[in-house]
């Protein structure tokens, strides 16, 4: 995963709507449709979001 990826999850988990996470990340919500797709086909399944594992090593890059 790319950090825009990862920002996508960490705004997703914040936000819980994905609306409101593109609007956080200042992105249309089709460009943020695209990313969560394109994150689904790197690193798994739709859950992924709701992963804690996964999301502590989004958090954890984005502090690199």
């Avoid at 990826?5 to 960490?10: E, F, G, P, Q, V």
């Avoid at 705004?11 to 689904?40: D, K, N, V």
Wanted: glycine share 8%; with cysteine.
């Amino acid at each position: 995963l790319e950090l825009a990826h990862c920002d996508l999850i960490i705004a997703l988990r914040t936000t819980g709507t994905l609306t409101r996470a593109a609007a956080l990340l200042s992105i249309s919500t089709s460009a943020a449709s695209h990313r969560l797709r394109e994150a689904e086909r790197l690193g798994g399944p739709s859950s992924m979001c709701s992963s804690p594992y996964l999301l502590g090593v989004c958090l954890g890059l984005r502090n690199i």
